[in-house]
Structure formats: C-alpha cells, structure tokens
C-alpha cells in the first residue's frame, strides 16, 4: 500500500488552502479576505484598509470578493469617509470570518500535523499539473 505522500503529490500549501476556500467558501481567495475582515473586526474600514492586510491578493480579486460579500449581506457599506472612499463594517457572523481564520492557519501547520483527509480523496481529482 502506497503512503499518502506517495499517492498525493506535495502541493504549495497556499495553493492548497486556496483550493478549499474555493470549495468551502465559493472563491479561491475568499479565506483570505474573510480572515482580514474578520481581523478588522467591529471597526469602520475601506477597501484600501482592507486590501493592506492581504498583500498577496490582487487588488481587484479584494475587491471582487468583497463585492460578493455585500451581495451577501455578510458585509455592509455604511457612506463615505472624508476622502470620498466607501466604508465597510461586518454584519456580525463571526463564525464565518473564523472558518477563513482557519483555513489560513490550517496551511500554515507542516503537513504532517494535519489528521484530515487529503483535499483530493482520489486520483481522478486535484489540481491541474
């Protein structure tokens, strides 16, 4: 019987968690945006704010994201500030600002701390080589 590591190849742990926000949460980097929407937590923000603490995101995936959560009224938009930018705040749900939390946290650990399930069971699925 072949070891899970044999069977599955190593993948890039962000690519990784980007893959279960997907299927999760419904966009690839949507873990991301909720885990920073959820550190800014009761507070006014904007889009800027809120791009600032996911460098690693394109600003216009931030901002798509953040689109689909005000779509869902996850997030509310509340005026403007002085300089003319939208303001944000949370709607409450902060279990779901946490699931983002953690699947951050889950990519972070080494991969043999992990005690679930390999993200594709089989062979016929996983990421594109």
Avoid: H
């Amino acid at each position: 019987m072949k070891r899970a590591s044999e069977e599955f190849p190593a993948i890039d742990p962000r690519e990784a968690m980007r893959a279960r926000s997907k299927l999760l949460l419904g966009g690839w980097y949507r873990a991301e945006v909720a885990s920073a929407i959820g550190d800014l937590g009761t507070m006014t923000w904007t889009l800027a704010d809120l791009a600032e603490r996911v460098p690693d995101v394109p600003p216009s995936c931030v901002n798509k994201e953040l689109t689909i959560l005000l779509d869902c009224d996850f997030v509310l938009r509340n005026g403007r500030n002085d300089r003319g930018q939208y303001l944000y705040s949370t709607a409450g749900l902060n279990e779901y600002w946490a699931l983002g939390q953690a699947l951050i946290e889950r990519a972070a650990r080494p991969s043999g701390e992990s005690k679930v399930l390999p993200l594709w069971p089989n062979k016929r699925r996983g990421p594109k080589v």
